[in-house]
């Protein structure tokens, strides 16, 4: 008898963004800048922003509740929890057994996962060897931040482009795919291009101008230049694992940094804007929360239809970059 591996695929999909709106206008009154000057540079006209004291798991927890409603599964179906975020509510318990508990599930493993923007196309890879290899039979995926509470907002060149949110999906076994593929990368060697310096083991401690280091720090036209180049291979890499044609994609659902890196990867394709998943107007570069919304959003106004492929890619901090080839 052969044993034949299961595929997984996304049962329903869920979003959840706070309350308050940054606009660009806004941020002229806080740094040196201009609404045009973002918009042109970056696509971003405004960005949601946590309340005082709301957490990333307070941001994830109806995010994921919208993604098992869609699903209809109930709390005590999910057997399996990753969260994937940079901007985690506390050191420990992870973000997943903080979310775990405020959805009143019991006793199933939950975990978190850090790979800065590209967490939760992390994330969504090891639910789908968890799902394939029979270790779970409803798996909850997130990918939520506070980005804001390590945003530098006096330096202008970082605080324009990122904002707070949180989407989910649930995996569920299938017979076909579902999850064709996903692709991860890691290049260690440029940590120094985006990073946020501290931590409980390195310590919080001033940097030589007497600052406490807690902010994203980016260089962010090499960041820019290595982002289009990775997406742009990892788009070939995805479509030759599965010998298909560009022309089989029907959606692009992209990390929303900046809107020229999106129509890079859209021109490399040679898809029109129009089949490209586009919320970095309004909601900023989310990080880890950015492609779940971004999908969440396509499903819900009706734009991807069950059956159609779709191309998930990430990129951020680390260097990390990943994609994810989908029947949805
Ligand atoms: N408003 C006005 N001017 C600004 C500005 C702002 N918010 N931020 C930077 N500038 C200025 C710079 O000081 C510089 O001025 P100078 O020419 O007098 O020195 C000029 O604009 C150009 O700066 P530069 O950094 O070269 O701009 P850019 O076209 O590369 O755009 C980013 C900057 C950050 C928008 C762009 O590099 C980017 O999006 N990078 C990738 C970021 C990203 O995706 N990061 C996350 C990955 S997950």
Redesign the pocket.
Known sequence: MTFKLKHSRIAGTGSHLPEKVLTNTD?EKM????DQ??QE??GIRERHIAAQGETTVDLAVPAARRAMQAAGVEPDEIDFIIFGTCTPDQVFPNCGALLQDRLGIRNCPAVSVEA???SFIYALSIADKFIRLGEAKCALVVGAETLSRIVDWTD??????FGDGAGAVVLKPADEPGILSTHLHTDGFYKDL?YCPVGPSKGFHADESGRMPLFIH?A??E??KI?VKSLGSIVDETLAANGLDKSAIDWLVP?Q??I??IQATAKKLDMPMEKVIVTVAEHG?T?SASVPLALDAGVRDGRIKRGQLLLLE????GLTWGSALIRY
Do not use: D, K, P, Q
Request: net charge positive; aromatic share 8%; glycine share 8%.
């Open positions: 941020l740094v040196e800048t201009s000057w973002i540079r970056t800065a923007c590209s202008r060149s970082t605080a324009i482009l985006l980016m962010g036209n960041v820019f982002a990390h940094a900046n020229r890196i570069n990080s990430a990129f951020g901090g």
